[in-house]
Every structure is written in structure tokens, then in C-alpha cells.
């Protein structure tokens, strides 16, 4: 079967553009946002920037605010990631936990904030987070909700005992 049997747009992955600043292990911060499609196969529900940074990609195009082309960004080399409030899911059920932690990164100092994990009773240890689950996670810290890169975290710990 031909391409031209299709109609055009018919193959086309609908993205919504999601503002992020990105700040990087050098220090440097970009201004811009993310695509991220309307769905995934991972789970139900749109494509998050977590899920865009934890997937297969060692680089992800990011739209700089001063830019018409994108740029490809090392997803090793991004420390944290500031979201908009508005991306907020409020999702919590019966197999997630919210968990209040404190994360030492290399260049950005101490970050607390509440984390979900999602996972079966028993295994929602912060341990359990941090070797189970992807390099980036959703970090609710209050007026600011982050994205932080894992593998460059120094420290991790219960808010409570930090």
C-alpha cells in the first residue's frame, strides 16, 4: 500500500506545548516548552514531560521562547525542570502515595516537596521510588511543580528525617 492511499494528516500525533524552564547541570536555564502528545501507550491519560524525559530519547527537542527551530537538549544533562501549577493531574488512587521528601542536587542545593508513588502497598518506599522508577520525577514543591532529573541528586530522604 502506497503512502498516497492516505490522507494527509492521517499518521499525525496530536502535542500540546507545555512552558518549562529547564535548568541545566551547567547552570544555564532555557526558557521554552515541551510537546507532548495527547496520549500514550505507558498509561492512560495525555504524555507528561516526565514521561517525554524518562523515555528512550538521550535527547528531547525543546522550543526556546526566542526561537522558531527547536533545540535538542541532553536529557543527561538536565538537573530540574519547572513546570506550570496548571500541570497539575491531581491523580492519586488506590495505588499511589504521596511521600514528602528533601533532594540535594549537585548545582541547585535542597528541594522538598511531595512525590506520588505508584506502586502496591509495600512498595511505596522512597527507596522503592528512587531504584524502581525512571530518572525524572514529579516533584510537588508548593508554588513551584519540578521535574527533577534522579541520577543527579546527591541525597534523598523523608522530608522527616532530613
Known amino acids: 500500500m502506497s503512502t498516497s492511499q492516505f490522507p494527509p494528516g492521517s499518521f499525525r500525533i496530536d502535542k500540546r506545548r507545555v512552558a518549562a524552564t529547564v535548568r541545566l547541570d551547567t547552570g544555564a536555564a532555557l526558557e521554552g516548552a515541551f510537546l507532548c502528545a495527547g496520549q500514550t501507550a505507558g498509561h492512560s491519560g495525555r504524555e507528561t514531560v516526565v514521561d517525554l524525559l524518562n523515555g528512550s530519547s538521550r535527547f528531547v527537542p525543546f522550543f526556546p521562547d526566542r526561537s522558531s527551530s527547536p533545540v535538542l537538549v541532553s536529557t543527561r544533562a538536565i538537573t530540574v525542570v519547572e ?80
Open 83 to 162: 513546570l506550570d501549577a496548571a500541570e497539575r493531574d491531581g491523580a492519586g488512587d488506590e495505588w499511589s502515595e504521596a511521600r514528602s521528601v528533601t533532594i540535594m542536587l549537585r548545582a541547585q542545593g535542597e528541594i522538598t516537596g511531595n512525590v506520588t508513588i505508584v506502586a502496591p502497598v509495600g512498595h511505596r518506599r522512597t527507596l522503592d521510588l528512587v531504584n524502581e522508577g525512571g530518572s525524572f520525577v514529579l516533584l510537588d514543591a508548593g508554588a513551584r511543580l519540578l521535574v527533577v532529573n534522579l541520577d543527579l541528586a546527591l541525597i534523598v530522604a523523608d522530608a522527616s528525617t532530613a
